[in-house]
C-alpha cells in the first residue's frame, strides 16, 4: 500500500456508501413532502455539507435554491470551542423564505443553536435542520432536528465531508481513524 492511501488510515466504518445514499432517498421523500408547494432555500453550512447538500440535493425532486455559509467552531483539532464566527455569509435575502439548514454532523449543538437564531433573526417564514449524523450529546441541547440521517456514536469520526486536519473529506463513507493517524 502506498503512503497515500487512505486505508490504512482507517478504523471503524460506522456508516457505509449504500446506507449513506439510501437514507438520503428517504430524508429527500419527506422533504419533498414537507415543502410540497412551497419555495425551499437549503442551506448548506460549508465545508462539512458540500457532500450531504449535493447528494440531497440530487435526491430531491422539487425545484429549490441552494445558498452556503461558512462558520467555525472547531480548529484543526477534535474539541469544540464553542465559539462560532462568519467566514461566509450568505447571498440569499431569508425575507419570507423557507429556509432548510443542512449539516455534516450536530455534536454539541453549540454551532446549530446559535446557526438557528442568527437564521431566524433574518425574517424567514421557517428554519428548519436538516443533518446527516448526530451524535448523544446533541440530544442535550434544545433545537429542534427535523431530519437526521444517522445517530452515531460518541466518538470522532470523518469521511463523508468531515475532516480531521481538512483531510478525510473525500472519504465516502462516515469511520473512525486508526490510533497512528493522532500520532
Ligand atoms: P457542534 O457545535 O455541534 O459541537 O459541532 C459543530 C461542528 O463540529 C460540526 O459541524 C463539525 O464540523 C464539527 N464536528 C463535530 N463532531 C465532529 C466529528 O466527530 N468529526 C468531525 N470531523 N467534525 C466534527
Ligand atoms: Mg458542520
Ligand atoms: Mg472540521
Redesign the pocket.
Known amino acids: 500500500m502506498d503512503n497515500n492511501d487512505l486505508g490504512s488510515d482507517i478504523d471503524k466504518v460506522l456508516v457505509t456508501e449504500d446506507q449513506i445514499k439510501a437514507r438520503l432517498v428517504e430524508l429527500a421523500e419527506e422533504i419533498d413532502k414537507d415543502y410540497a408547494g412551497k419555495d425551499l432555500l437549503i442551506v448548506g ?1 460549508l465545508k ?2 458540500v457532500m450531504v447538500m449535493a447528494d440531497l440535493a440530487r435526491a430531491l425532486h422539487s425545484h429549490v435554491t441552494m445558498d452556503w455559509m461558512a462558520v467555525s ?2 480548529g484543526s483539532g ?1 474539541q ?1 470551542s ?1 465559539v ?1 464566527r462568519i467566514l461566509k455569509d450568505l447571498d440569499a435575502d431569508l425575507t419570507g423564505r423557507h429556509v432548510l439548514v443542512v ?10 443553536s446559535w446557526l438557528v437564531s442568527n437564521l431566524g433573526s433574518r425574517g424567514p417564514a421557517s428554519v428548519e435542520i436538516c443533518t446527516m ?1 448526530r ?1 448523544p ?2 440530544a442535550k ?1 434544545s433545537i429542534d432536528v427535523k431530519y437526521v440521517g444517522f445517530d ?1 456514536p460518541n ?4 469521511g463523508y465531508g ?3 486536519a481538512e483531510k ?1 473529506r473525500n472519504v465516502p463513507f462516515v469511520a473512525t481513524l486508526a490510533e497512528h493517524v493522532y500520532k
Open positions: 453550512v462539512g455539507a467552531s472547531y477534535t469544540s464553542g462560532v449539516e455534516d454532523i450536530i455534536d454539541s449543538g453549540l454551532t446549530l449524523l451524535k450529546e446533541a441541547v452515531v466518538e470522532f469520526v470523518i468531515l475532516d480531521y478525510y
